[in-house]
């Protein structure tokens, strides 16, 4: 009976091995960096392994100059939120109909359409980006399209800090990832379903409300949350497409802090803060979708 009762937890044994080595293991390494010194004399940063001698002044630097006179880490945070929120609705804007397209009207080239879109995974994301480097230069096809061709002269440094940039690269570069899973929610709902509304009296559009949109909610949900939570660390769109303080979001605080040594702890604070603050979101979706489940149960 005991061999019996182990037999089909061993089978999780490897991926709790992996889990623990790939993510419990950094994250302590993390913790130790977040909640230990720095070097008096060489200005190298000191973790911290044991729980008990963890020093918190780490994040009450950071803390302390999120607002104020001395606030310059509130600004970045800010507009990281209106950034991730303004891309992630321009995502679902674009990749839902998409999505819809595919599973309902795709047919059979389903597998084709899929193999698009999943060609872009195929480049690299900073070959993407550079392409969007050479397309909004001052002298860039973006331009000459607006002059039309050289007839107006337009100018506009869209390299130079400008948001809008910063928000559409977010969204050129991530909205194939929420595309699959609103295909995969939407290729799933049953076409019976779907004729039966229709059989009954709805119109097309009332089916899409009443019937297709609330039965595409979790798979709404996943995508939203599988575009955002990266984007919110991202800081190599901002560095190609603007390197200017004025766009800088979360993920440039990291990256800044990290490469000087002496700032390596405040990084690793920075990284426990948005890892706290990016769980919400996830417990909101193992809730709902547990919710989802019971309910059709």
Known sequence: MRRR???????????VAWLALLFVVPLYVVLSLAFGTVDPIFRSPEPTWLPWQWDPSQFQYVFGHLVGEDGFLGPPILRTIGFVLLASAMCLVIAYPVAYFVSRFGGRRKGLYLAL???????????????????????????KAL???GLF??????????????VLGLVYGYVPYMILPLYAGLDRIDQNVLEAARDLGASRWSTFLRVTLPMSKAAVVASILLVTLPMVG???TNDLLSASPSTA????LINNAVQVPSQVGQGAAFLVIMLVVLLAPMVYYVRFTARG???TV
Do not use: C, H, K
Not at 5 to 15: C, I, K, Q, T
Not at 249 to 252: H, L, S, Y
């Open 147 to 149: 002059g039309l061709g």
């Open 117 to 143: 879109l999943v060609a872009p995974f195929w480049i690299s994301y900073m070959m993407r980006m550079l392409a969007w480097v050479n397309l909004l230069q001052t002298d860039g096809l973006f331009n």
């Open 293 to 295: 489940e019971g309910e």
């Open 234 to 236: 991202d800081y190599f």
């Open 5 to 15: 009762r182990l037999f089909w937890p061993a089978f999780a044994v490897p991926g």
């Open 153 to 166: 002269q337009v100018d506009v440094n869209w390299l130079g800090g400008q948001p809008v940039t910063v």
């Open 249 to 252: 979001m979360f993920g440039n």
